[in-house]
């Protein structure tokens, strides 16, 4: 099988092989991540395969039961000048909101930091699982509103808006005005 440069292979492609390559750093069956991740051992399989289309939310459980940042799902190989046009990039879709989360830079070698555009709409919360420990999620809202913070006190929050948060525990992300956007930058310690 030839290997695809992760500059054309799809986002699934990318998504098996960092699948693959982390569960084997981390010395661990299929079995044991799909029970970390509380998923099927079929869906892990699938996934590794490049033959799955996984939601934000399986893809976060898998992160956690890897412990590694969500970018190294996606991570391409980075020129020291890079550009992504709005709405391009690899993108990736809640299960049971209208959200969506574009993968603008991955964390370097010496930084753990991880930033996507996000674009959601009024309907249903992003309802986030926590993360891996010490994570904090920073987020400033572009346009729109939306209820932003931890799952038990969020906060409503304009254009210009910033709110940080640990992420390591449960929090959401819920539009409230259609067309809402944001900058989203998960900070691994």
Request: with cysteine; charged share 20%; glycine share 6%.
């Amino acid at each position: 099988m030839a290997q695809q440069d992760s500059t054309t292979a799809t986002p699934q492609a990318v998504i098996a092989a960092a699948l693959r390559r982390e569960r084997t750093r981390a010395g661990l069956s299929l079995t044991e991540v799909a029970h970390r991740a509380g998923i099927a051992k079929s869906t892990l399989s699938q996934l590794e395969s490049g033959t799955g289309n996984p939601s934000l939310e399986t893809l976060w459980a898998l992160c956690v039961a890897l412990e590694m940042p969500f970018s190294r799902l996606l991570d391409p190989p980075r020129p020291n000048v890079q550009v992504i046009r709005a709405g391009e990039g690899p993108v990736v879709v809640a299960e049971r909101s209208d959200y969506r989360a574009t993968l603008l830079a991955a964390s370097p070698p010496n930084a753990r930091r991880d930033i996507f555009r996000i674009t959601a709409e009024p309907g249903h919360a992003r309802k986030s699982d926590p993360h891996i420990p010490g994570a904090v999620e920073h987020v400033l809202i572009a346009t729109g509103r939306a209820l932003v913070g931890l799952t038990d006190t969020p906060l409503d929050l304009s254009p210009g808006d910033y709110i940080s948060y640990p992420a390591d525990v449960p929090h959401v992300f819920e539009a409230l005005a259609p067309g809402t956007t944001a900058t989203l930058i998960v900070e691994y310690t």
